[in-house]
């Protein structure tokens, strides 16, 4: 059984900084790409960051230069450190993974059960 446990999330003041984490567990064999999600109320959930296995990351416009991504492979982890938050940084925050896992050998899309990040004006 593969799943994704986020940690972090929680209420902050505008200008403040959060850091998430999530870690992949199960029987797996490889994990690409791992990545972050968020959904505010009445919005489609939206990319935020993503990170490949050889490293390349990719962001939203709306969080360059704010946001880092980063993943320790060894570990199955990917972490999202939020530095000068917006309130329209509120949203739910979902890990995402593409998992190739053992018994049976497949690839299969996994997501987090959701974080909420709130930041406060």
């Known amino acids: 059984q593969v799943q994704l446990v986020e940690s972090g999330g929680g209420l902050v003041q505008a200008g403040g900084s959060l850091r998430l984490s999530c870690a992949a567990s199960?029987?797996?064999?490889?994990?690409?790409?791992m990545a972050w999600y968020r959904q505010a109320p009445g919005k489609q959930r939206e990319l935020v960051a993503a990170?490949?296995?050889?490293?390349?990351?990719n962001y939203a416009d709306s969080v360059k230069g704010r946001f880092t991504i980063s993943r320790d492979a060894a570990k199955n982890t990917v972490s999202l450190q939020m530095n000068s938050l917006k309130p329209e940084d509120t949203a739910v925050y979902y890990c995402?993974?593409?998992?190739?896992?053992?018994?049976?050998?497949?690839?299969?899309?996994?997501w987090g059960q959701g974080t909420q990040v709130t930041v406060s004006s």
């Open positions: 995402f993974a593409n998992i190739l896992r053992r018994m049976p050998l497949r690839s299969d899309d996994y």
């Open positions: 199960g029987n797996i064999v490889s994990i690409n790409p």
């Open positions: 990170i490949t296995s050889a490293g390349s990351t």
